[in-house]
């Protein structure tokens, strides 16, 4: 698929991406992703449409945000990259305007808010049951935006949930199928 369409979200694009981080650091450009492009061994991209009117492909995920702010490094901006071209983009309804933690690799918990999901697909990692990873796009309270996997959130809703994970919980590591055995 390589790109496909995302929610239109309004956001801004740091400028240091724009000018190849010659100039431009600590200044944004608003702009509008209506998509997402996959390249594997990269991470999450975006297609975008800035104020000006110009439209900038492969927006790296690290150099997007929803308000200016400081730059996140781009290794706590996701945990994998993108496992392939074929993706599926969806904003799941029942996670739409959910609250959520995000635990990154330097041991922080960020606040956030849910914007969209893209899972995997057709790739050897995809079919894996330990290895297989959504990225949950969030935008971040303090403003950039990250993609990371079920296994490093913690959704909140006052209403119903009490965040309370079980730490002993483990990965599946089966596949499940009554045709045949999928060890």
């Known amino acids: 698929m390589l790109l496909g369409e995302t929610p239109y979200v309004s956001c801004f694009v740091r400028n240091e991406f724009l000018f190849d981080q010659q100039k431009g650091h600590g200044e944004f450009t608003p702009a509008i992703v209506f998509a997402f492009r996959a390249e594997p061994a990269r991470v999450p991209m975006f297609q975008v449409m800035l104020n000006s009117g110009a439209q900038w492909a492969r ?21 994998w990259d993108s496992y392939g071209y074929e993706f599926t983009v969806v904003a799941l309804p029942f996670l739409k305007g959910h609250a959520v933690t995000a635990l990154a690799r330097d041991g922080q918990i960020r606040k956030g808010n849910y914007l969209f999901t893209v899972d995997w697909m057709k790739t050897g990692w995809s079919e894996v049951p330990d290895q297989h990873k959504n990225h ?48």
């Open 136 to 183: 949950h796009v969030i935008a971040l309270e303090s403003g950039p935006w990250i993609a990371y996997p079920n296994n490093r959130l913690v959704w909140h809703d006052p209403s119903w949930i009490t965040p309370a994970p079980n730490r002993e919980w483990q990965t599946p590591t089966k596949n499940y199928s009554v045709e045949g055995d999928m060890k």
């Open 59 to 79: 927006v790296p995920i690290h150099m997007i945000c929803s308000k200016p702010c400081d730059p996140l490094p781009v290794e706590q901006s996701t945990w």
